[in-house]
């Protein structure tokens, strides 16, 4: 009996340090790396516009064919300039901005049709707007 358990403690032993050999071998280890990213594709007309970002530099400019790719950090894309005279936010000055500030005319405050945004709609914003009519902000 007492070899017996001499057997078990002595294969226990072997067991215990095997295990915390391999568990102190692989405590400092990665085994396996990954580059994280996204993405997004969008199409106007004729036009392919491939878009990602990804966690390192990659390489510069490549392209072949009829495409290219560039590579790079992405910087952020500031604000749209307001479009100034688009009182419905269509991006064109049109008639129905002038409407909106004709019926919008001798307002005082927060008012629809205040063009240079002074806090009334006076001749000063018809003025304006006039000045900027039928003009794209595209």
Same mark, same amino acid.
């Given at each position: ?9 002595? !294969? ?18 990665? /085994? ?11 199409? !106007?007309?004729?036009?392919?516009? @491939? ?24 910087? /952020?894309?500031?604000?749209?300039? /307001?479009?100034?005279? &688009? ?7 049109? @008639? ?28 000063? &914003?018809?003025? !304006?707007? !006039? ?8």
């Amino acid at each position: 009996m007492k070899r017996v358990n001499s057997i078990r403690y002595g !294969l226990w032993r072997v067991v215990l340090a095997t295990m915390l050999a391999a568990g102190g071998a692989l405590a400092n280890e990665i /085994p396996w790396r990954t580059v994280d990213g996204g993405a997004s594709e969008t199409s !106007l007309g004729t036009t392919l516009v @491939l878009q990602a970002t990804i966690g390192q530099h990659d390489a510069g400019a490549l392209s072949g064919a009829s495409q290219s790719v560039i590579g790079g950090y992405w910087s /952020p894309e500031p604000d749209a300039a /307001p479009c100034t005279g &688009d009182l419905d936010g269509d991006n064109q000055v049109s @008639l129905t901005d002038l409407a909106i500030l004709l019926s919008d005319f001798d307002c005082v405050g927060a008012c629809a049709g205040d063009v240079d945004m002074d806090g009334d709609t006076d001749i000063t &914003d018809l003025a !304006l707007l !006039l000045s900027l009519f039928d003009a794209s902000c595209n």
